[in-house]
Each structure stands twice: as C-alpha cells, then as structure tokens.
C-alpha cells in the first residue's frame, strides 16, 4: 500500500482548466466541433496565458478522435501537435481526452469493431505522444463520462448511435473498448497514468414513495458507479476490467447533478431552506472515495450565468472539507474554463466559464467576468488553507 504524500499526485497544480473538446454528432446528427467553435484552437496561446494568474497549470483537453481517423487506421495528429506545442511554450500540462463524446463517422460503440479500433488509435496516440514528449508523465482519459454518453445515445436519442432502450448495450460496448484501450496504453507506455472521468450524482425517491419508486430511485442511483466498476471487473468481468487498470478517480459534478424521480425536480443546490434530500459534495465524495480507495479528483464542475460566483464558494467550503479529513483530493477542474455553446442550438451560450465570450469579437473574443475571477481566487486561498489532518494509506481495492 502506498503512502499518501503531496509528491504522490501527478499534477502540476491543483486548479485546472477544461477546454470543451466535443466532436460528436448532435441531436439533429450534425458534426458539432467546439475546438475550433470556441475559439480555443484559434487562440491557445492567449487562452494559456490568461489562465496563469488564476494558478492553473494543468488543463484536460481533447485530441478529437472523429478529425483524427479520417480513414480507418490512417491518423492525423497535426492539430495535436499544434497543441502540445503550446502547451511546451508556455508550460502547461495536458490531460488528454481520446474520446470525448465523438468517434468517426462509420463507427459507433455498438459497431462490431468499435473496441478494435479505438484501441489501435490508443497505440498510436502514444506512440505519437512519444515521439514529441520522450520524458514526462502521461495522463489519459480513455473515453469522457461513460454513463452520460451512453443514456445520451442509448436512451435519449440525442446523438450517435440514436437509440431508445439501449443504454446498457451502449455501455457495454463503450467498457468493451475503454478496457481493451486501458490495455493497450499500458503496452504502449507502462508509466502512463489513467483518468476516468464520471458524473457525481444523487438520485431520490418522493414524498410518500411506493415501493417500486425507492426500488427504481435506488437502482438509478447505484448505476453511476456501473462504468468504474466494469473498469475494475467488479461487473462484467468477462471484458478483463481489473484492479489495476483503476487509477485516479475523477467525477465530474454540476448543480443538476441531483434530482428526484417520478415527478422529476432537480435538488436545489442554495434553497434558502436547504432540500432534505440534498447530499453535501464532501459526502458524496467520501462515498465514493470508500467504494474505490483510489486517489481522486473533481474533473468537472461550473455553473451557469450570475450563480457562478456562489458555486465557487461552495466549492471551496466542500473541496476544504475533504482536504481536512485526510482524504486524496488532487485537483479540481473548472470545466469550460472558455464558456460554450450549446450542442444542438449553437447559439445558445451557457455564460458558465471563467471567460464568457464575445460573440462580436473574431475568435470570439474573451471577456472575463470578474465577479467569478474573484470568487474564484477566494476559493484557492480557502482551498489551500485547509491542511490535511494526517497521512493516510490508500487501502487495497478489494
């Protein structure tokens, strides 16, 4: 078992940014690209400049698998290197996505040689990274929010493969491919580090529930933890999922993250009278922290428009919390760090980053909204008083 120590997280700071670097097909089966779309490909290096007061030197980007492998087998990784080389200049360490919502055009997860092939672009990925990076630790996240992408495509319709009453075929198809591309970045480079990255949720029963909707509440709730627990071989062992391919635990957490079923209502986050049934983030994350025993981190959260200040002070207070009980919290993503648009209605702007943009500027133009800057900067002061009480050991996954 090893020991806990502030040199054991893989890191660079503890703050990070999240650049938005979906390629998927929307609802309406348009190719949404937000790279480019944001401006972020246009503007790296102003983007990674104004990140610097803000104490971020880690970000998660994107490699973009759908522009990547045009033709099967056949890769194109120029944009990457675009990237990395930012990245070197100004001494930023990436965290690299290889799926992020978005494959090629003849592949979706139930295509018979979906797991095949993402696990050659793995290789290549590395063998790529490589060749441009010789020293330096690796941090990869195989395939972004399982469990969202497969309701999404699965269940909702709302992008490939397009279904209804398929999200655990969705799922398991994904697992299939996320395990045997575990295995062969670990073939490729031994000393790489792997990232999951998976929604935080907390599903409730209502008022005066019948048996069937604690039963159904229960089951929908326990299914977050689904996708790390067939990377772990916990469930479906026959994919190969093992201990070992479990590594940094990373949940991704918004203000919409818990809700109530039959009706539906999301839990307010900042009632004025608090919702019985809201869980604090601390809880949530020594839960989860006891189900895996693995170093973790918030690889997600933001909220939209003039809240955004309120929930970075939530952050701080939870994030704190956990940091004083001892626990291995080692980072916390601002995810978009550059606000986006929405998916299927790219007019629409969420007004959730740290940097809102500026729709009549080329690029667009970044505008920071100082409020959140502010808030944001209280927040690592706050985060980085909370000391940790003790060293722990990380306990044996059972």
């Known amino acids: 078992m090893a020991i806990l120590t502030p040199e054991s997280s893989p890191f660079q700071s503890f703050w990070w940014g999240g650049y938005e670097c979906t390629d998927q097909l929307n609802a309406f089966g348009n190719r949404v690209d937000f790279l480019p779309l944001t401006g972020h490909l246009q503007l790296i290096d ?16 994107g ?38 919502f ?50 999404l495509g699965g269940e909702a319709n709302g992008t490939a493969p397009y279904c209804h009453g398929q999200g655990w075929r969705v799922k398991y198809g994904l697992m299939r491919a996320y395990i045997e591309g575990s295995y062969a970045l670990r073939e490729a480079d031994p000393g790489i580090r792997l990232l999951t990255t998976e929604p935080l949720i907390n599903i409730v029963p209502p008022p005066n529930p019948w048996a069937s909707h604690r039963r159904e509440a229960r089951d929908a709730h326990n299914n977050q933890f689904q996708a790390t ?4 071989g916990r469930l479906c062992p026959e994919l190969g999922g093992s201990p070992e391919l479990l590594d940094i635990v990373g949940f991704n957490y918004y203000y919409d993250n818990q809700w109530q079923l039959h009706p539906y209502r999301k839990l307010g986050w900042n009632d004025p009278q608090p919702d019985p049934n809201w869980v604090p983030l601390h809880k949530l994350l020594q839960k989860a922290y006891k189900r895996y025993g693995r170093p973790f981190a918030i690889t997600e959260t ?27 919290l080692q980072g916390v993503c601002i995810y978009p760090l550059i606000d986006r648009p929405d998916w299927d209605h790219l007019h629409h702007w969420h007004q959730s980053g740290l940097f809102d943009a500026d729709l009549a500027q080329p690029g667009p133009g970044r505008v920071l909204h100082q409020p959140s800057a502010e808030a944001l900067l209280r927040a690592q002061a706050a ?8 060293r722990r050991k990380l306990p044996e996954l059972l």
């Open 102 to 151: 978005g494959f090629p055009d003849d592949l979706t997860p139930l295509h018979p040689m979906f797991a095949r092939r993402f696990a050659a672009l793995c290789r290549a990925f590395v063998d790529f990274y490589r060749a441009e990076r010789p020293d330096g630790p690796l941090i990869v996240t195989p395939i972004n929010e399982v469990s969202f992408i497969s309701w």
């Open 46 to 61: 102003e983007d990674y400049q104004a990140q610097k007061p803000f104490n971020i030197g880690t970000v998660r980007e």
């Open 229 to 232: 627990d067939m990377l772990c």
């Open 63 to 100: 490699i973009r698998w759908a522009h990547i492998e045009k033709t099967p087998y056949h890769y194109d990784f120029s944009t990457v290197k675009t990237m990395l080389d930012a990245g070197r200049r100004h001494g930023i360490q990436q965290i690299w996505d290889l799926c992020h």
């Open 302 to 328: 933001s909220h939209p428009g003039v809240d955004r200040p309120l929930w970075w002070r939530m952050i701080a207070e939870e994030c704190a919390h956990v940091l004083r009980k001892g626990l291995p």
């Open 383 to 390: 985060v980085a008083a909370a000391k940790p009480a003790r």
